[in-house]
């Protein structure tokens, strides 16, 4: 199983972005945290930024939505061209029909659960959805430090869509270094956002120091 890398954009030169995207060409997604200053205490992007950052990237975005009404927003990041648009369970108002649209338009639907959001709930629901992101840190700032105390969540998940056999990937977001990054491949993640350990020095190098790391722990 491979181990994918997408380096959030959040930790990026804003003033660069193009010459930014072009020192993550190794990475599998770009990923894209959009917060209002409403579900989370920060406001970075929205559709018109995401729209620019489609426009230049050469690698498909992964869309984080941390806002409120997803139910109302998410599609249209989708309609932007997104590869992939997770949005949060604890804001959304109906989940599966959210999937659903989402994958209607083209995009991969995710849903991300905050670190105190059990997980139980959304095991049956699996088939629903493209991706699971588990938070590794409370939503809504970059920097903070990878939360242990996440992974068996991540190893319940695991254990389900190993069972079902079901193209689910596992992400996490928050504190991924070249430790931690081991520590989640062996709970169960197979996807790895990572902010300023790709884009601290040389992000290529970064990258692939990230990917072989968590390959040889991925399940």
């Given at each position: ?19 930014e995207l072009g020192r993550i060409q190794t990475a599998d997604l ?90 139980e709930p959304f095991l049956e629901l699996l088939p629903e959805f ?90």
């Amino acid at each position: 199983m491979p181990a994918r890398i997408n380096p959030s954009i959040l930790a990026a030169d804003f003033a660069n972005f193009e010459r930014e995207l072009g020192r993550i060409q190794t990475a599998d997604l770009v990923h894209v945290d959009i917060m209002d200053n409403h579900f989370v205490p920060n406001l970075t992007f929205g559709p018109t930024m995401t729209e620019r950052l489609q426009e230049l990237s050469a690698i498909p975005l992964d869309v984080h939505l941390m806002i409120d009404d997803p139910d109302r927003w998410a599609p249209g990041y989708a309609e932007l061209g997104a590869f992939s648009v997770t949005f949060h369970a604890e804001a959304a108002k109906d989940a599966v029909s959210l999937a659903r649209q989402l994958r209607d338009i083209g995009a991969r639907a995710g849903i991300a659960l905050k670190p105190g959001t059990p997980v139980e709930p959304f095991l049956e629901l699996l088939p629903e959805f493209d991706q699971v992101l588990v938070m590794t840190v409370e939503p809504g700032f970059g920097g903070q430090s990878f939360m242990a105390e996440t992974m068996p969540k991540l190893g319940l998940l695991r254990e389900a869509v190993t069972r079902t056999g079901l193209d689910v990937w596992l992400q996490v977001d928050g504190g991924i270094t070249a430790d931690t990054i081991v520590i989640a491949a062996e709970a169960g993640a197979d996807t790895f956002v990572a902010g300023s350990s790709v884009f601290r020095g040389e992000p290529a190098d970064n990258i692939a120091s990230l990917r072989a790391a968590a390959a040889a722990h991925v399940h």
